[in-house]
């Protein structure tokens, strides 16, 4: 099994930053992809960024491209998306997923087998 941990959500003005971890424990070994999602109230989740095992491909929503990167140390266990030029559009509750494979629909909760809690970020105005 493995655990997902969230960190660093929280209130920020519009065009500020804040940075996300995700921090995997148990059976990290069985992991590939890691993502992130989020969900804002009465809105289905949706995609918002994934990265690969390695590091090397990542993927972002085109409503955070540009204003968000992911990135992962794989010897801390821990995934993190830097979020800058906040909106309050960005408003919601971002889960952290880790999926068992590599996958080519990492865009879909679906790929994930594995989920955090959920950290709530809010983009005042």
């Known amino acids: 099994q493995v655990q997902l941990v969230e960190s660093g959500g929280g209130l920020v003005q519009a065009g500020g930053s804040l940075r996300l971890s995700c921090v995997q424990s148990?059976?990290?070994?069985?992991?590939?992809?890691a993502g992130w999602f989020r969900q804002a109230p009465g809105k289905e989740r949706e995609f918002v960024a994934a990265?690969?095992?390695?590091?090397?491909?990542?993927y972002y929503a085109d409503s955070v491209k540009g204003r968000f990167t992911l990135s992962r140390d794989n010897t801390k266990n821990t995934v993190y998306l830097q979020m800058s030029s906040l909106k309050p559009a960005d408003t919601a509750l971002y889960y952290c997923?880790?999926?068992?494979?590599?996958?080519?629909?990492?865009?879909?909760?679906?790929?994930?087998?594995?989920w955090g809690q959920g950290t709530q970020v809010t983009v005042s105005s």
């Open positions: 148990g059976r990290t070994s069985s992991t590939d992809f």
């Open positions: 990265v690969s095992l390695t590091g090397r491909a990542s």
């Open positions: 997923a880790a999926s068992r494979y590599r996958t080519t629909t990492y865009d879909r909760p679906s790929a994930y087998a594995y």
